[in-house]
């Protein structure tokens, strides 16, 4: 069988606070999507979303696309970045343009998101992502192409994503200093959202909850765009040091036990069943555990009493988050979860319990190429960041007015280009 042949190569990088992950895609000549090789390693340098070691994460940055690349056997120069902290915000910015009842032309509608650009005021942040949403005719929303229709007002919705300009840009360098171009910088929600919901939910309204390390980023999507989202700076992490404090063990014992023992759900048979803290063969190493038996062995039901203990104070984060934002007030919305928290045992019907809403786990579409280890919710966001550039994205950060050339509707401009871009039109 001959092999495919890919006409555009392409890579991505989650930049995690639990790990950082890298994947290469192309664009075959039939237009699929194809997995050309993936990794992923520890992260380092990373707190809660931040750049706290540049030196470390750069490192790690470049560890993990060298796995990716050596997988591939091909090598990229420029990137697609991930990012779920540096204090992400996200709104809708109406903007509307008399018309005068004649029929909409292509200069119409470029005309209006120039002056919908020049309109957004960032308050001293960066914008990440400025795109047209949908379009409203005479009030009328819901409008995909407005070209070629008549309406005395033509209208659309910008989406902006904000994000502090500082994080940004140690982000950016440590992706710079591993020999790398960033292409865009693609908040973590949009790219989780491409990869784990269907157009339908995002039509319906559904909440996406990315639960991740260090950090709970709650979006709200309705009307089929991402409409709100808020930043919880809890994770699963605190779980696990939660664990390590309660029984008096190392963080890499409290790993093992949440990921390999623990659950959101009780049973009646947990407070029979010892569990060992240790690994197989790593017996005699390490403190004993307190309430741990001669054995260092805990009763399971302790472990899943720290575990539903923290899961119940995220619970109550993000049920204020939706309210918040208004989503507690509609009825039979879903909420996804995603984000390597996601994979806990449990964790659904816990939730479901825990907000009154169902619940779902979100889970990485099988693209072709796509190893069997990166198809956990731990790894939506980066199987997002590809599906998002691969839909090449309309960014009105790079229009420049029609009159004076020609817009070109095409992918984000590289990274290095976005400064320039905020001081001169904002």
Not at 24 to 49: F, N, P
Not at 157 to 177: C, F, K, W, Y
Not at 344 to 368: C, E, F, K, M, S
Request: glycine share 10%; net charge neutral.
């Amino acid at each position: 069988m001959a092999a495919t042949r890919i006409s555009k190569v392409f890579g991505a990088v989650n930049i995690g606070s639990f790990r950082i992950s890298a994947i290469i895609a192309g664009i075959s000549e039939s237009g699929e999507l194809v997995v050309l090789g993936s990794g992923h390693r520890a992260s380092q340098g990373i707190k809660r979303g931040f750049v706290t070691d540049m030196a470390a994460a750069t490192y790690a940055v470049r560890d993990a696309i060298e796995r990716a690349e050596r997988m591939a056997d091909v090598s990229v120069q420029k990137v697609w970045i991930g990012c779920s902290g540096a204090g992400l915000a996200s709104r809708l910015q109406p903007f509307d343009a008399e018309i005068g009842g004649r029929r909409i032309e292509q200069e119409d509608i470029d005309q209006l998101l120039v002056a919908a650009r020049d309109a957004i005021q960032p308050d001293g942040r960066m914008v990440l992502h400025a795109q047209p949403a949908q379009y409203r005719l005479d009030g009328a929303h819901g409008v995909g192409d407005p070209c070629g229709l008549h309406a005395e007002r033509l209208g659309v919705d910008i989406h902006v994503m904000l994000a502090d300009g500082a994080p940004i840009r140690n982000l950016t360098e440590a992706v710079q200093s591993a020999h790398l171009e960033v292409e865009a910088v693609v908040g973590s929600p949009i790219a989780a959202g491409q990869a784990c919901l269907s157009p339908e939910e995002r039509d319906l309204g559904v909440a996406l909850v990315e639960f991740g390390a260090e950090v709970t980023n709650v979006s709200l999507y309705a009307g089929g765009m991402l409409r709100d989202m808020i930043s919880i700076p809890i994770g699963s992490a605190d779980i696990t040091d939660a664990i390590a404090s309660a029984f008096g063990i190392r963080r890499y014992q409290a790993e093992r036990l949440k990921c390999v023992n623990g659950s959101a759900i009780a049973s009646p048979h947990d407070h029979r069943e010892m569990i060992p803290v240790n690994a197989p063969g790593e017996e005699g190493t390490g403190p004993i555990a307190r309430h741990a038996d001669d054995k260092n062995r805990i009763p399971r039901a302790e472990l899943i009493g720290v575990i539903t203990g923290q899961l119940g104070m995220l619970m109550e984060e993000v049920s204020k988050a939706l309210k918040v934002m208004q989503f507690s007030s509609q009825r039979g919305k879903q909420v996804v979860f995603t984000g390597g928290g996601a994979e806990l045992v449990g964790l659904a019907d816990y939730a479901q319990a825990a907000l009154g809403r169902p619940v779902r786990i979100g889970r990485v579409p099988h693209l072709p190429g796509l190893a069997e280890a990166h198809l956990k919710p731990g790894f939506s966001t980066l199987t997002g960041l590809v599906l998002y550039a691969a839909n090449d994205p309309v960014d009105i950060r790079s229009f420049a007015r029609p009159s004076n050339r020609t817009v070109k509707l095409g992918w984000n401009t590289m990274f290095s280009r976005i400064f320039q871009a905020v001081r001169e039109y904002f």
